[in-house]
């Protein structure tokens, strides 16, 4: 069955970086795109990034253009999240899944990984 495993959240100062991990099992991981999402109580996930099957194409949301970088390593079915210039409104649990932008494939979601943004 499908698993993602995010990791590499924690506690950051604002204008910090992080590193997310995101291991996938249970299906064929470099024949999607892969995309990230984050989530705060009491609202909808929100899809931030999205990658290709190759990593030739990556696309954004507004609130994180310029300061997240998502990449994969298929050797590996890991999907990465490089977050650079943290602030206090990145503060959510962050998780992962296949698809392209706006589709998930799969009903099955990981834990996520919570990264909390503060000073």
């Known amino acids: 069955q499908v698993q993602l495993v995010e990791s590499g959240g924690g506690l950051v100062q604002p204008g910090g970086s992080l590193r997310l991990s995101c291991e996938a099992s249970?299906?064929?991981?470099?024949?999607?795109?892969m995309s990230w999402y984050r989530q705060v109580p009491g609202k909808e996930r929100e899809l931030i990034a999205n990658i290709n099957t190759i990593s030739t194409r990556s696309t954004y949301d507004n609130s994180v253009k310029g300061r997240f970088t998502i990449s994969r390593d298929n050797a590996k079915n890991t999907v990465y999240l490089q977050m650079n210039s943290l602030e206090p409104e990145d503060t959510a649990v962050y998780f992962c899944?296949?698809?392209?932008?706006?589709?998930?494939?799969?009903?099955?979601w990981g834990q996520g990984t919570q990264v909390t943004v503060s000073s």
């Open positions: 249970g299906f064929a991981f470099s024949t999607f795109f």
């Open positions: 899944n296949a698809g392209r932008w706006g589709t998930v494939p799969f009903e099955s």
